[in-house]
């Protein structure tokens, strides 16, 4: 159920799934589930409200919303009128956000009732995402915008040694990704995903935009279990959860303290990592543990989202050596500037 058509918009395959399948439940948080049909209905209702707000393609809106169904809402809508959704670390300082809010020009802000005092004084339009279900829009659905070149997100960086930096992506840049890695992990409609990455982490394409465009289901994996491996484990064995793309920080937790010796993760197929050096004695930990899992190492800048990756070799891991980033990944194409020793990539 891959996002086959010629839009280049990473959301507009939920039309199709409104069509084909509108019971598909496509993300689930808690006990509460979102099917093709009820998020379609309710990113129309954000992408009027937006455009009645004075939000129009172009436009960039920041989103300052808790990781879960609220924010995949807000995505979704900024991506139907065609503007560029910019989401904020909600746990984050107020003058890093306001620095974004600034820098990014941002149109509107789509939160909710908890908005904070200094966002509603920072003379911007917010939307409270909450009010959703019990707003009646009569206009019929205006459709994904789609333009290839358009920018889908900005996502910026730590800003660790400066200012935040503003990585742009276009919509096509986030199709390819899309596309690869429905084929490179065959994903499918009945395929479970978890969900730990945070929007403004580009980890989160993946859970956004690639398992639902299969037809697949995205999981939120409660916040509370971040810090308690074994009932992670647990999470993940009673959701049935099939696929996993996270940073290694948190496998190695779970290799350590997860207890998998005890469990049995039958229906974890697949387990993707990014965004941190994996230490190589965890991972031949952590592959041992799990030894019908298949392992990806994912490799790439923000600016490039993932550009390389490795299907997890268990032979040629070697306690004291570094693992490859091996081959490319979205068709893009790659080499090494002879001068620098610096990887070029071309996508």
């Avoid at 916040?223 to 290694?248: H, M, Q």
Wanted: aromatic share 10%; glycine share 6%; net charge negative.
């Amino acid at each position: 159920m891959a996002n086959n058509n010629a839009t280049s918009n990473p959301a507009s395959y939920l039309q199709a799934l409104v069509i084909n399948a509108p019971d598909k439940v496509l993300f689930t948080e808690s006990d509460n589930e979102l099917t093709a049909k009820v998020l379609y209905n309710r990113v129309n209702v954000l992408s009027h409200l937006l455009a009645q707000s004075g939000v129009s393609a172009g436009d960039n809106i920041a989103i300052f919303l808790p990781r879960g169904m609220d924010a995949v809402v807000a995505v979704y809508a900024a991506l139907m009128i065609g503007a560029c959704y910019v989401p904020l670390d909600i746990s984050g300082p107020k003058e890093r956000n306001l620095f974004i809010i600034e820098d990014a020009c941002c149109r509107a802000v789509i939160g909710n009732e908890q908005a904070p005092e200094w966002l509603t004084e920072a003379g911007i339009t917010i939307i409270n995402a909450e009010v959703l279900p019990s707003v009646s829009i009569q206009e019929p659905p205006v459709g994904f915008y789609d333009q290839a070149d358009a920018p889908a997100a900005i996502l910026y960086t730590s800003g660790s040694t400066g200012n935040p930096k503003g990585v742009v992506i276009s919509q096509r840049a986030i199709s390819a990704f899309v596309q690869w890695a429905s084929h490179a992990f065959n994903l499918n409609s009945q395929d479970i995903a978890a969900s730990l990455s945070p929007f403004h982490f580009d980890l989160s394409l993946f859970d956004l935009f690639a398992v639902p465009a299969a037809g697949a289901n995205t999981v939120f994996i409660p916040d509370a279990l971040k810090l308690s491996p074994s009932r992670l484990t647990d999470w993940l064995a009673e959701n049935t959860i099939s696929i996993w793309y996270t940073v290694p920080s948190i496998l190695v937790f779970i290799a350590l303290k997860g207890g998998l010796n005890k469990k049995n993760l039958f229906y974890l197929k697949q387990v993707l990592f990014a965004g941190e050096v994996f230490p190589i004695d965890s991972l031949i930990r952590l592959t041992g543990l799990l030894p019908e899992t298949q392992f990806y190492n994912l490799f790439g800048p923000t600016e490039t989202n993932v550009c390389l990756y490795w299907p997890v070799d268990r032979k040629r891991l070697t306690a004291g050596e570094d693992i490859p980033v091996g081959y490319p990944a979205c068709e893009a194409e790659l080499g090494i500037d002879p001068e620098q020793g610096e990887l070029l990539v071309k996508g």
